[in-house]
């Protein structure tokens, strides 16, 4: 097992990213690296509300309650700012939330 993921962009410009294990998105992700917008970076603004495809922790209770106002009916929909990656997944902005 790979001790690194990868973290990608479908539909941008932008290049994957390789991150250790358990890393934390919001401490490497910026305006240069990607397309996630970060306000807050505590999870209560959800301006980095994405789609996250890949095997990942599921929300813990603060981040799963913000999801219910901004995205209840959005399965991937997480935001950016909570998510420690733990396998390679693919991060998708504006996808209709």
Same mark, same amino acid.
């Given at each position: 097992?790979? @001790?690194?993921?990868?973290?990608?962009?479908?539909?941008?410009?932008?290049?994957?990213?390789?991150?250790? *294990?358990?890393? @934390? *998105?919001?401490? !490497?992700?910026?305006?240069? @690296?990607?397309?996630?917008?970060?306000?807050?970076?505590?999870?209560?603004?959800?301006?980095? *509300?994405?789609?996250?495809?890949?095997?990942?922790?599921?929300?813990?209770?603060?981040?799963?309650?913000?999801?219910?106002? *901004? $995205? $209840? #009916? !959005?399965? !991937? $929909? +997480?935001? $950016?700012?909570?998510?420690?990656?733990?396998? #390679?997944?693919?991060? +998708? +902005? #504006?996808?209709?939330?």
């Amino acid at each position: 097992m790979s @001790n690194f993921c990868k973290i990608s962009f479908p539909g941008t410009d932008y290049p994957p990213l390789t991150l250790q *294990l358990y890393q @934390n *998105l919001s401490e !490497h992700l910026t305006i240069q @690296n990607s397309p996630v917008l970060f306000g807050c970076r505590t999870g209560i603004c959800g301006t980095c *509300l994405v789609e996250v495809v890949g095997d990942i922790p599921p929300p813990k209770p603060d981040e799963q309650e913000m999801l219910e106002t *901004l $995205a $209840a #009916n !959005h399965p !991937h $929909a +997480r935001l $950016a700012c909570q998510v420690d990656v733990t396998d #390679n997944v693919e991060i +998708r +902005r #504006n996808i209709g939330f």
